[in-house]
């Protein structure tokens, strides 16, 4: 398996990370059900912690492809 290059990874990182409003940043980014998630209302299933999606989103758009069935 290869490394993903550095600079991909820091280009896609300073995509995804907003360090005023990390969560907000990675539902407007990637959307969809992640969004769903980060957005819900219900505080006792609402994402708060979203470093595993933003380092998803880093290796995918790396070179490094994450198999949606691993997720």
Not at 42 to 60: E, F, G, M, Q
């Amino acid at each position: 398996m290869a490394r993903p290059f550095f600079t991909a990874a820091w280009a896609a990182s300073q995509h995804i990370y907003d360090p005023v409003a990390p969560e907000k940043r990675v539902a407007e980014v990637i959307g969809g059900f992640v969004a769903k998630n980060i957005n819900n209302p219900d505080p006792s299933t609402k994402w708060r912690n979203t470093c595993a999606v933003r380092l998803s989103y880093i290796l995918n758009y790396s070179g490094l492809k994450i198999p949606k069935e691993a997720l």
